[in-house]
């Protein structure tokens, strides 16, 4: 989606690199590393122009975290999910806006709402990845 050739002076597009990475973490821990972060967040730093390393930093914080709570909690729910998601997709945001933003910037709304939408996709992604996990195991 930020391939899109769309100009737009507010971020409104949720981060959908780091949704399904999140969403792989949640649904099937044992697929994807930790250090996988890495290089999907200097891809995502390259395409959508933030400072490089901000995303490898912050999403590589984030699939540690959760590599924590794996460990911390035996079962979660789908609440739990959705709260560490939307958690881990703020902090991520919020933590982008203070690399790449001048703090006099009025850019806190539209990220607010980028940080809404965001965790209002999160069961849609959860789903896709669940979807995209039972057809490579039928095959």
Known sequence: ????????????????????????????????R???????????????G??????MLLWTLCALAIEVLDTRLVWRDFWQ????GAGAVGFCLIGGRLVATPFGAHA???????ILVSAMLLPLVFRICAWLDSDVKKN
């Open 108 to 114: 806190d709304t539209a990220m607010l709402f980028q």
């Open 81 to 84: 999910d959705w709260l560490i």
């Open 34 to 48: 930790v250090w996988a972060s890495v290089p999907l967040g200097l891809f995502d730093d390259l395409v959508s």
């Open 50 to 55: 933030q400072p490089v390393g901000s995303a």
């Open 1 to 32: 989606m930020t391939l899109v050739p769309a100009i737009a002076s507010v971020p409104v597009l949720p981060p959908f690199g780091l949704m399904m990475l999140l969403g792989w973490r949640m649904t099937r821990a044992d697929s994807m």
